[in-house]
């Protein structure tokens, strides 16, 4: 079964703090996708950055960076240099990439992780 | 257009009303998704639909009835709602209904209370 698990409820960090936000999941497909979204307080769900099973090189977009590993199966996502406005909750997400037999591509989300950085 | 937009964003119901939450996107995707997250919780998934017709349905109970009536428009006719219904509910869209697209995107919510 798939499973997306993030341990870390909540983080709170001073601003300009590095922070990183860990996932591990669970699949038994050879070919799938991770997601981050972040949530704001006004509830709309942020596309941040997808990545599929074939492309374990990391990614860094201005402050943000991600690390998969499939070793490890994590894919963990890093602040640099943190800001009021990264406050937020966090999701990360596995896709299946079949979903039974509609071939459609379920979102399975972890638990998410609450950051707040204090000015 | 790369928006996913929800009207209302907000919606107050008695247990013996019938409203419908609206989605809209202008982005060409032939997939669109509605999720319901209660607070502190991740989304969870309650219907999919690909191209026009519904894929999936999560055991999600009949008092919630889906409809798409285009490419464009996702609607959810609820009816008969009890108050643990209330939650924030989402719309997403992707550009079809597999995982070889760019990802999800979601609109903004409706926050539905059941009173």
């Known amino acids: 079964a798939q499973k997306v698990t993030q341990a870390q409820t909540e983080i709170s960090v001073v601003e300009k703090e590095d922070v990183t936000l860990d996932c591990v999941y669970e699949?038994?497909?050879?070919?799938?996708?991770l997601f981050w979204y972040k949530q704001p307080p006004s509830g709309e769900l942020v596309f941040l950055i997808r990545?599929?099973?074939?492309?374990?090189q990391n990614e860094i977009s201005g402050r943000y960076s991600w690390n998969f590993q499939k070793s490890t199966s994590s894919f963990n996502f890093t602040i640099t240099a943190s800001q009021v406005v990264d406050s937020a909750v966090y999701f990360c997400a596995l896709s299946e990439a079949l979903h039974r037999n509609h071939g459609t591509g379920k979102l399975i989300f972890g638990q998410g992780t609450t950051l707040q950085v204090k000015p | 257009d790369t928006e996913v937009t929800q009207t209302p964003k907000h919606l107050v119901m008695g247990m013996t009303n019938k409203k419908s939450l609206k989605c809209e996107q202008h982005m060409g995707h032939r997939a669109m998704y509605w999720y319901k997250q209660k607070a502190k919780k991740p989304p969870e998934l309650m219907f999919v639909y690909s191209y026009e017709k519904l894929s999936i349905n999560e055991s999600v109970p009949s008092r919630f009835s889906p409809e798409c009536p285009n490419s464009s428009l996702l609607n959810l006719h609820l009816h008969a709602l009890q108050p643990e219904d209330s939650a924030l509910y989402l719309c997403a869209s992707s550009q079809d209904g597999t995982v070889n697209h760019y990802g999800y995107t979601f609109g903004s919510g409706t926050r539905l209370t059941v009173v």
């Open positions: 699949t038994r497909d050879t070919t799938y996708y």
């Open positions: 990545r599929n099973s074939f492309d374990e």
